[in-house]
């Protein structure tokens, strides 16, 4: 177990992004510690304004901040509004951070993406990989913007000496998830294609793409207790995975969803549909030593996941 580096007790903790899945998960799992979580809405501070995330970081004078906050989607979304991805999550970073800096925050924890690695990185995908190779073209964007976000972390602890980290979570789910069909990823659309073709009586449901690449995937729950443990106990430059450390291929976890579902029909594939990277596992071996493991299943996750939407969306 590594040892504490940075106490959250009594710490005035800002969570950027409070309404998204992270954010939401990591406001729940804040609660847990003895520290005081600040949050603004949209309406507030709109943080792809640099002038409105600084007066906001100035007004609320965080010890912390996570920042969790993004424009996030699937496969589709990101291959479809390339601009609004990279552009909207180099704003954020850039905006938050320097603004953290301004205002001299103690420890600030950035959150990027799996995808963030060169697409045909050797698996598990340790940290070291970044910056190896080419990325995956349907979210080069996104990835890009991530890749920023990470080296503004380090530039600012390099020339200012603070103590800014990075974690890059492999694909997450659970509640408060997107179920919107073309911009979701692929839990929530599976979730939402086999509960609706059940509810019809349909014969089938249909998956994009081919059903072979692989994904890890992580409960939000599991992730922002992650995030919370690494605020505790990490303060290096380099970034650190946060994944389950095991992965299946789409059509394996479409049988699995479909299982939890009850869903008892045939599984189709819209081969017009990107396979996005072949494979996308990353090594949990940083996060391992740092003393931090899972603790929700697949399964059991995606019955939670499944739990959610039939309370907030069916
Ligand atoms: O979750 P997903 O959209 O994101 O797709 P990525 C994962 C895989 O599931 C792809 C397949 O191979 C999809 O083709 N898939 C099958 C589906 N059926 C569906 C479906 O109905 N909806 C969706 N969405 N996918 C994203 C990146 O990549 O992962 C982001 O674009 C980010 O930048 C995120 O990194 C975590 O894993 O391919």
Redesign the pocket.
């Known amino acids: 177990m590594a040892e504490a580096v940075y106490s959250l007790k009594g710490k005035r903790v800002y969570v950027a992004g409070h309404r998204g899945m992270v954010g939401s998960a990591l406001v729940r799992r804040l609660t847990r510690e003895d520290c005081e979580v600040v949050t603004a809405t949209r309406q507030e501070a709109d943080l792809i304004r640099q002038s409105e995330a600084e007066a906001l970081m100035a007004r609320l004078k965080p010890d912390a901040v996570f920042i969790p906050a993004a424009k996030v989607g699937?496969?589709?979304a990101?291959d479809t509004w390339p601009a609004g991805f990279l552009y909207e999550n180099l704003m954020i970073a850039a905006n938050l951070i320097h603004a953290a800096h301004q205002v001299e925050v103690e420890k600030l924890l950035f959150l990027g993406?799996?995808?963030i690695y060169p697409k045909l990185a050797p698996q598990p995908i340790t940290e070291d990989a970044l910056l190896t190779g080419p990325l995956e073209p349907?979210?080069e964007w996104?990835a890009i913007a991530k890749i920023a976000g990470i080296k503004l972390c380090q530039a600012y602890r390099k020339e200012h000496g603070r103590d800014f980290i990075s974690a890059m979570p492999t694909?997450l789910y659970g509640p408060g998830d997107n179920y919107n069909?073309q911009t979701?990823?692929?839990i929530p659309?599976?979730i939402r294609?086999a509960h609706e073709a059940r509810e019809a009586g349909a014969a089938s449901m249909t998956?994009?793409?081919t059903g072979s690449?692989m994904?890890e995937f992580l409960h939000a729950d599991d992730c922002a207790d992650a995030l919370v443990h690494l605020m505790q106990v990490y303060s290096e430059p380099g970034h650190v995975n946060v994944g389950s450390g095991e992965d299946l291929t789409?059509e394996a976890l479409a049988r699995l969803v479909m299982k939890v579902v009850g869903f008892e029909g045939d599984l189709e594939k819209d081969l017009s549909?990107?396979?996005?990277?072949p494979r996308k596992l990353m090594s949990a071996d940083r996060l391992r030593a740092l003393g931090w493991t899972p603790k929700i299943g697949l399964r059991e996750g995606l019955k939670d996941a499944y739990d959610w939407f039939l309370k907030n969306q069916a």
Do not use: E, F, M, Q
């Not at 549909?273 to 990277?277: E, F, L, R, S, Y």
């Open positions: 699937g496969i589709l990101n993406s799996s995808c349907t979210n996104y694909n069909l979701s990823h692929v659309a599976l294609k998956i994009w793409g690449p994904r789409i549909k990107p396979d996005g990277t």
